[in-house]
T-cell receptor
Framework: DTEVTQTPKHLVMGMTNKKSLKCEQHMGHRAMYWYKQKAKKPPELMFV???????INESVPSRFSPECPNSSLLNLHLHALQPEDSALYLC?????????????FGPGTRLTVL | KQEVTQIPAALSVPEGENLVLNCSFT??????LQWFRQDPGKGLTSLLLIQSSQREQTSGRLNASLDKSSGRSTLYIAASQPGDSATYLCAVRSMKTSYDKVIFGPGTSLSVIP
């Protein structure tokens, strides 16, 4: 099974809402990633959990908060977002195995902030 | 800082043609380079992964090469089909341990005309 699942597929939220995106994989991967992708742009890495240790992209605003409850689950908590945060949010996972490391992506959550 | 570029930005070819997509990167300290395909509004599908010690990888009608010393990779698609229409992205996995260890190129948008 090489599947990464993400829920929900679509999310519309107001700027005062709190919501969470969820990601799950059952491939035994030790690294999980959150990416943000704007239209016609490549994915931009937001956060990485590697062996349950968080790496942070310091340019990511604090209104985005990742959580890794266990090695199979990854959440992205959203609070007080801005309309410019509307994008496709992609989750990925990998073995974090150096040169053979292959990333597997989920289908994404399409987020719209009103 | 690692930078990844892709040319051309867009490509339109008649069905049946062979084609080459190009990817360049500035820092040769990489673990691997991965080629992905992305259909509009969807997640990324891994096509090929080339380890830093390898020169090429093949899968069906796809062949990817890597010249790490010159910072270049090519994706060759043989006998193109309308179903190949998508955006193709390359991504390098940097040996750096900071958050930006996976960097994507901007992508090549491919359209195969029946």
């Amino acid at each position: 099974d090489t599947e990464v699942t993400q829920t929900p597929k679509h999310l519309v939220m107001g700027m005062t809402n709190k919501k969470s995106l969820k990601c799950e994989q059952h491939m035994g991967h030790r690294a999980m990633y959150w990416y943000k992708q704007k239209a016609k742009k490549p994915p931009e890495l937001m956060f990485v959990y590697s062996y349950e240790k968080l790496s942070i992209n310091e340019s990511v605003p604090s209104r985005f908060s990742p959580e890794c409850p266990n090695s199979s689950l990854l959440n992205l908590h959203l609070h007080a977002l801005q309309p410019e945060d509307s994008a496709l949010y992609l989750c990925a996972s990998s073995q974090d195995s150096g040169s053979t490391d292959t990333q597997y992506f989920g289908p994404g959550t399409r987020l719209t902030v009103l | 800082k690692q930078e990844v570029t892709q040319i051309p930005a867009a490509l339109s070819v008649p069905e049946g043609e062979n084609l080459v997509l190009n990817c360049s990167f500035t820092d040769s300290a990489i673990y691997n380079l991965q080629w992905f395909r992305q259909d509009p509004g969807k997640g990324l599908t891994s096509l090929l992964l080339i380890q830093s010690s390898q020169r090429e990888q093949t899968s069906g009608r796809l062949n990817a090469s890597l010249d790490k010393s010159s910072g270049r990779s090519t994706l060759y698609i043989a006998a193109s089909q309308p179903g190949d229409s998508a955006t193709y992205l390359c991504a390098v996995r940097s040996m750096k341990t900071s958050y930006d260890k996976v960097i994507f190129g901007p992508g090549t948008s491919l359209s195969v005309i029946p």
